[in-house]
């Protein structure tokens, strides 16, 4: 250490540069997060909701857990992105009969 809180090691080699890295691929992301969203916004739409939308026009009929599955989100943020694209008028929700449902 040089008594300012970090050595000569801090700031060379990988771990420099994997930091840096980091620190810009946080900065794109959310950089494009919001290009998306101002574009998006246009039609109700945040980045979470188009993806999901895509995720649903590539699998065609969806549950939830494949939709959970598929996308990599919690079952309350999906429900809530459900809801308010089903609000919209973007999805039809459509409750699918169980076996234990149809006796």
Known sequence: ???????????TGPRAIAR???ATLRMVSRA??????????RAFLRV??????GAIAR???ANLRQL???LA?????????????????AIDRVRIPTAASRR
Do not use: P
């Not at 494009?32 to 916004?41: E, K, M, N, P, R």
């Not at 979470?48 to 939308?53: G, N, R, Y």
């Open 48 to 53: 979470t909701q188009f993806s999901i939308l």
């Open 20 to 22: 840096v890295s980091a």
């Open 1 to 11: 250490m040089d008594g300012r809180g970090a050595s000569a090691d801090d700031w």
């Open 32 to 41: 494009v997060t919001q290009l998306y969203d101002d574009i998006c916004g």
């Open 59 to 61: 699998l065609g009929d």
């Open 73 to 89: 989100i919690d079952q309350t943020t999906l429900t809530r992105s459900l809801k308010l694209l089903e609000r919209h008028g």
């Open 68 to 70: 959970e599955h598929t």
